[in-house]
């Protein structure tokens, strides 16, 4: 009777693990194509920062939207970067 108890609850015990092993899997798969959605195609425009200044993304791989501020162009990731960076410029532009 005892044993039988016990491999119910170890049926049990797997079946919660492995449950949440395909939730895990499919956020990741949901999150690569928000970040494929959010990005797209990148603009192939010379800019003065190799990267985003909001968000840290390589502005080589992720261009998608750029300002000008004080004769330079600077490149971002997509348009809330650049939203973002036109509300405090002084704070993100590249000091010389
Ligand atoms: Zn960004």
Redesign the pocket.
């Known amino acids: 009777m005892m044993k039988s108890i016990y491999l119910i609850a170890g049926i049990l015990a797997i079946t919660v693990i492995s449950c949440k092993k395909e939730n895990i899997e499919v956020k990741k798969v949901d999150h690569s194509k928000m970040m494929n959605a959010a990005h797209g195609e990148k603009l192939n425009v010379k800019v003065v920062n190799a990267e ?1 200044p ?4 390589k502005t080589a791989e ?1 261009l998608k939207d750029t300002a000008n501020y004080k004769g330079k162009t600077y490149g ?3 348009s ?2 650049k939203d973002e960076f036109k509300k405090d410029p002084e704070k993100y532009a590249i000091k010389e």
């Open positions: 985003d909001i968000c840290g993304m992720y971002f990731c997509n809330m970067c």
